[in-house]
């Protein structure tokens, strides 16, 4: 079969298979342009889900008319300059695109106007292109001083074949939302406005640059709730820097769709990420669970390529293990830095548990509360019961400092901090045998004392495995297991980070792994099958989870035996004891699986419940 050479159509028509996939596609293309150009507002306009007509108009630079042809040539790009030499450097890209593909590619699959107002210039001009085919440059109206707007109609008519292969209008309207979101949260101090079928659905007002205009940003867009339970995070190594935000492990999803990673301004899907997260939050969450956040990565161009996709979706860093460290560790330093603290979710969903109990009038005398939380009824309240409770049970100190016959009232020990300004305040009740009611300053705290026990319990095994190290038990046979030649050399690379896990392997030839001691706290365990998670893992995310995660799992268990018990009255101290020592463990907030072992309701909030706000 003789070799032939394509007609530039059909060249313009492929290239616009790989970069123009769906109209979300051109909306990227588009809103990068933009944002080289340095534009500080961006309005995206789409309906029928984009293949109808997409505009995007911006106010940046614009271009001069002898531009415009330029412009919807293939490989046409003011976003690479030359050296001295005439030579084009693709290792130091600082710009969105630089491939100079994406408006001609869209040409050829759609009609194509761009009209134009160069910054400095007086009269505009716009270019046509339908199907591959490019009109002349002609005067034009342009409603501002400068910049562009590009519009996209009947999106892929050329290629009808392709309109097979669209989704819904409004699956195809969700993408575009998901990608200008995207584009927003990676560049907080410019506008941006989204139009749906003629709907305004987003409306972002440029925010001030820093971490607080680049939260206010991230509000908007995940939730307010987001805002409240998101940790800062700011740290460097090597010349590379991790700022944003993430949340707390009580603040989480059932799907990792609200992880974010951006590097040098560019919006990116990678698995470093999600691998990265799992294994900061591995500690905290349960498989099934995923927290939510949003990373931005600086550093020198020349140590990441993102020429690797043809969509720009995915970048390679020259170094992936300095990235996958700075990650993980600035999300642990984080989470440390946190302590007792858990999301504000959990009040939220307690005030909402409140309501007023639908039961017929009784007499007073009864004393039942006329409140339900969740199904439960507050006990009874008989008279002068109130009254005792006020003298002798206000105080958690009283079982501490009995009164003395015949000596009336003694004054109260001289403290030197009011129990009420801790973090968690001073208890007050028991309630069912299984959660401690506290008061603080400035409102009430509800704990889980099973689950609050167990987190610490869980926190104190693992600092005492860290001192010691894991224990191991040598295998009577060592076990030979058959993998992948890849698979087997990268587990024997990371032989030393698994000996320090308790579990020692060597190379058994090619493509086989022996191992010899396993993790003393897995028991009997099956040591084939470990290998192969742990293999998988690395393939995956670069880390041995596996391990790691069942010798947490194991201490998890340990611990959750180990705990105060649900149904076990406490006294005073006790539960005085477990609320200082929640204030003084890391991660206490929240149980093993990432549930609250608190609930924080602040007067106001009861105020508010009883209708005295």
């Avoid at 761009?114 to 440059?137: F, N």
């Avoid at 820097?241 to 492990?249: H, I, K, T, V």
Wanted: contains cysteine.
């Amino acid at each position: 079969m003789p070799i032939r050479r394509l007609p530039p159509e059909t060249v313009n028509r492929i290239a616009a298979g790989e970069v123009v996939e769906r109209p979300a596609s051109a909306v990227k293309e588009l809103v990068e342009n933009a944002l080289d150009a340095g534009a500080l507002r961006v309005e995206v306009q789409a309906d029928g889900g984009g293949l109808a007509r997409i505009l995007v108009a911006d106010d940046g630079q614009g271009l001069a008319a002898d531009q415009l042809l330029l412009a919807v040539e293939r490989h046409a790009t003011s976003k690479l300059v030359p050296d001295a030499a005439g030579d084009y450097d693709l290792l130091r890209i600082a710009t969105l695109g630089f491939r100079g593909e994406a408006l001609p590619s869209i040409g050829s699959v759609a009609r194509l106007s761009i009209a134009s107002r160069a910054r400095g210039q007086v009269e505009a001009h716009a270019v046509l292109v339908e199907g591959g085919a490019v009109g002349a440059v002609g005067p034009a109206a342009f409603p501002g001083p400068h910049g562009a707007r590009v519009e996209v109609r009947d999106l892929f008519y050329a290629t009808p074949a392709r309109l097979k292969f669209m989704k819904s209008e409004r699956a195809e309207a969700a993408a575009i939302g998901e990608e200008i979101k995207r584009q927003a949260m990676a560049h907080e101090t410019v506008a941006f406005a989204l139009d749906l079928d003629g709907r305004r659905t987003l409306r972002l007002p440029a925010e001030s640059p820093g971490p607080d205009g680049r939260l206010a940003r991230l509000a908007a867009i995940m939730g307010r709730e987001f805002a409240d339970n998101a940790l800062a995070l700011d740290q460097e190594r090597d010349g590379v820097r991790l700022s944003g935000f993430a949340g707390l492990p009580t603040y989480n999803r059932g799907n990792a769709g609200h992880q974010y990673l951006f590097v040098n301004g560019r919006p990116v899907r990678d698995r470093l990420l999600q691998g990265a997260l799992r294994g900061a939050y591995a500690d905290f969450l349960a498989r099934d669970r995923h927290p939510l956040a949003a990373l931005y990565i600086e550093l020198d161009p020349e140590l990441v390529d993102v020429n690797v996709h043809p969509a720009k979706a995915e970048v390679r860093f020259r170094d992936p293990a300095i990235i996958r460290g700075l990650i993980i560790g600035g999300l642990r330093h984080a989470l440390a830095g946190a302590g007792h603290r858990a999301a504000t979710t959990a009040a939220t969903a307690a005030l909402g548990g409140f309501r007023p109990a639908d039961l017929p009038p009784r007499p007073r005398a009864e004393g039942f509360s006329a409140w339900r939380m969740g199904g439960w009824e507050a006990a009874a309240v008989l008279p002068g019961l109130a009254e005792t409770s006020a003298r002798v049970d206000d105080d958690p100190l009283t079982d501490l400092y009995p009164r003395r016959p015949g000596l009336g009232e003694p004054p109260p020990p001289a403290l030197a901090f009011d129990p009420l300004d801790f973090p968690l305040g001073a208890a007050r009740a028991q309630v069912h045998g299984t959660y401690i009611v506290a008061q603080t300053r400035d409102g009430l705290v509800v704990v889980d004392q099973h689950a609050a026990h167990e987190r610490l319990v869980y926190e104190r095994m693992k600092a005492e495995m860290a001192q010691g190290g894991v224990a191991r038990q040598a295998l009577l046979l060592p076990e030979v297991v058959d993998l992948d030649p890849a698979e087997a050399e990268r587990v024997i690379a990371r032989a030393g980070e698994l000996a320090a896990l308790g579990l020692v392997v060597e190379a058994f030839g090619p493509g086989a792994v022996l191992v010899r001691e396993t993790p003393a706290l897995l028991g009997e365990t099956d040591a084939a099958g470990l290998v192969r998670d742990i293999a998988d893992d690395l393939a995956e995310n670069g880390q041995a989870l596996a391990l790691q995660e069942r010798l947490e799992e194991v201490c998890s268990t340990m611990a959750c035996h180990g705990s105060v018990r649900a149904g076990r009255r406490l006294t005073a101290p006790e539960m005085n004891a477990l609320l200082r020592e929640m204030e003084a463990t890391p991660h206490s907030g929240q149980c093993n699986h990432g549930r609250p072992t608190y609930v924080e309701l602040k007067l106001a909030d009861l105020e508010r419940l009883f209708g005295r706000r």
